[in-house]
């Protein structure tokens, strides 16, 4: 059974970083895409950022320049290095996995203070 176990959340100031993971473990041949969403109170699930097996990256417009996404596909484990973090920011991170379907973890919080 695939499992992805997430990391790294917390409570930061305005400015401040995190650095979160996700390790996926279980039956693995090889993963896709892996991904970062987050979904705020009140509001729907978005994509953060995502990056293919080969290393191509895709950002969301409000994350550009601040987030950095990377993988070791050694370790089957995606980053997400969020730096200038701002309040807006707050929410319940969802890391994914594309293998032969899609997994979900169980998503961690990160709260940003002003």
């Known amino acids: 059974q695939v499992q992805l176990v997430e990391s790294g959340g917390g409570l930061v100031q305005a400015g401040g970083s995190l650095r979160l993971s996700c390790a996926v473990s279980?039956?693995?041949?090889?993963?896709?895409?892996m991904g970062w969403y987050r979904q705020a109170p009140g509001k729907q699930r978005e994509l953060v950022a995502r990056?293919?097996?080969?290393?191509?990256?895709v950002y969301a417009d409000s994350v550009k320049g601040r987030f950095t996404i990377s993988r070791d596909n050694a370790k089957n484990t995606v980053y997400l290095q969020m730096n200038s973090l701002k309040p807006e920011d707050t929410a319940v991170y969802y890391c994914?996995?594309?293998?032969?379907?899609?997994?979900w973890g169980q998503g961690t919080q990160v709260t940003v203070s002003s």
């Open positions: 994914n996995a594309e293998l032969t379907t899609l997994y």
């Open positions: 279980g039956i693995i041949f090889s993963i896709n895409t």
């Open positions: 990056i293919t097996r080969a290393g191509s990256t």
